[in-house]
């Protein structure tokens, strides 16, 4: 699981097993160790909600995600699922979770669990 957090944006990427394990298991979960802390963030599959919303609790980003959106997301094409959850009157907070995509060019990361990306014959 990757995330990229800018300004009032979240998103995250899953490989093909992460997309697997949210849409049979319900949830996804990682976390990045610090010297005497850690910065977690995690995925959970949520039946009755309509669009994504998160929180922030004891150093956690939780991102709930529509059971029904991930009933055959493993399968299908679609990429991913936006919201702009709002966090004030005149504020929002963007959230994009969507499949990661093998990169189109050279790199040194591991992408064997990744999607094959679709612009890979352009």
């Known amino acids: ?38 910065f977690g963030y995690c995925l959970r599959s949520i ?22 959106l991930l009933e055959n997301w493993p399968a299908n094409n679609i990429v991913g699922f936006e919201a702009n959850m709002p966090i004030s009157e005149t504020d929002f907070l963007y959230l994009l979770l969507e499949k990661d995509f093998k990169c189109l060019d050279n790199t040194s990361e591991d992408q064997s669990d990744n999607f094959e990306n679709p612009n890979k014959n352009c």
């Open 1 to 38: 699981m990757k995330i990229r957090i800018q300004g009032n944006s979240i998103r995250i990427r899953l490989s093909k097993s992460e997309v697997n394990q949210l849409a049979n298991e319900g949830m996804v979960e990682e976390k990045t160790s610090f010297l005497n802390s850690s």
């Open 47 to 68: 039946a009755g909600i309509k669009e994504l919303s998160a929180s922030y609790d004891d150093n956690q980003i939780i991102m709930f995600v529509p059971e029904s």
